[in-house]
């Protein structure tokens, strides 16, 4: 008798799935609804009904929106949201991963038919796209995308972190540490932690977290344990006019150590800005006085970031 109810209640489940798919929310909420009366898990009834209700209650606003794009700019959005108020249920790959589809398709779709109607290809598009591919699985047309946003507007830390993460996906490690790199290098602030699926990063971020560093600071303390773990170890040379950007950009953040306000994400991005600058002149064989100033800044700043870092 027990497994006849086990098996009805997954079969529930399953039709609720196949509505979830077709974003007919109400019908899923409630077939999902029914299962209280039958021998189930609490916890996961509780969190599929929760998946579902959160997006039944966001759908009128979503239907009344008439601008293609806003309309995916919303379930992005939303998103974030919604991985935020189930951070502490227990996740059930069906249902959940069936949520997950469904929102990224049905953004993927506005998104697209903004693209073909406005016949507007740019890069917050294509970066958009490229995004919801991934979160679809679908890392190639992710990648194709991504590198066209990339193309579009070059040297974007949030454009290269998630191009990262798709090279990831897909084994390509080596062009992901060096896009990783780049992003980190640029802005740490604007790589959405939360969206990434890399294991090399949450494994960093796991590393910093155990140092004692905490949300906007964490983030600019990950490209410097990433050298000191050996995850960012690809190097590159620098153009003239990069080299010339970055010299500018350790002054500026010289000259602003003082200031307590800022210190706290000053200090680790002015290491990483080191960590740059002498793989500029090893690279290029010369100026060893240069790269002894600068490891002993770093020294100042933190000795034990110094004592792994040379050791």
Request: proline letters at 2%; hydrophobic letters at 40%; charged letters at 30%.
């Amino acid at each position: 008798m027990k497994n006849t109810v086990e098996n009805s209640s997954e079969n529930l489940r399953q039709e609720a799935v196949s509505y979830i798919n077709i974003g007919a929310w109400e019908k899923a909420s409630l077939i999902l609804d029914a299962l209280d009366s039958c021998d189930f898990s609490e916890e996961r009834a509780k969190a599929d009904k929760m998946y579902v209700k959160f997006w039944l209650a966001r759908k009128s606003k979503y239907t009344e929106m008439d601008d293609h794009y806003k309309r995916g700019i919303f379930l992005l959005r939303q998103w974030k949201v919604f991985l935020d108020f189930i951070k502490d249920v227990e996740h059930d790959d069906k249902v959940f991963s069936a949520v997950k589809s469904r929102v990224f398709s049905q953004a993927l779709y506005s998104f697209s038919r903004f693209a073909s109607e406005s016949r507007i290809s740019d890069a917050a598009t294509l970066f958009n796209i490229g995004v919801c591919y991934k979160n679809m699985g679908n890392y190639t047309e992710a990648i194709r995308n991504l590198e066209m946003a990339n193309a579009r507007r070059n040297s974007d830390a949030a454009v290269l972190s998630e191009l990262a993460d798709c090279y990831e996906m897909i084994s390509e490690s080596k062009a992901a540490r060096i896009f990783f790199r780049e992003a980190f290098y640029i802005d740490p602030q604007k790589i959405d932690l939360d969206s990434l699926e890399s294991t090399m990063i949450h494994s960093l971020i796991k590393v910093v977290e155990n140092v004692g560093y905490t949300d906007k600071v964490l983030k600019e303390w990950i490209p410097i344990y990433g050298v000191l773990e050996g995850v960012f170890d690809m190097k590159r040379e620098l153009k003239p006019l990069e080299i010339a950007q970055l010299r500018q950009a350790i002054v500026t953040l010289e000259s602003a150590l003082n200031e307590e306000e800022n210190q706290a994400i000053n200090i680790p991005r002015l290491i990483n800005k080191y960590m740059w600058l002498i793989d500029f002149y090893q690279i290029n064989g010369n100026n060893s006085g240069i790269i002894e100033n600068t490891l002993k800044k770093i020294r100042d700043l933190n000795p034990a970031v110094y004592e792994l870092y040379t050791n």
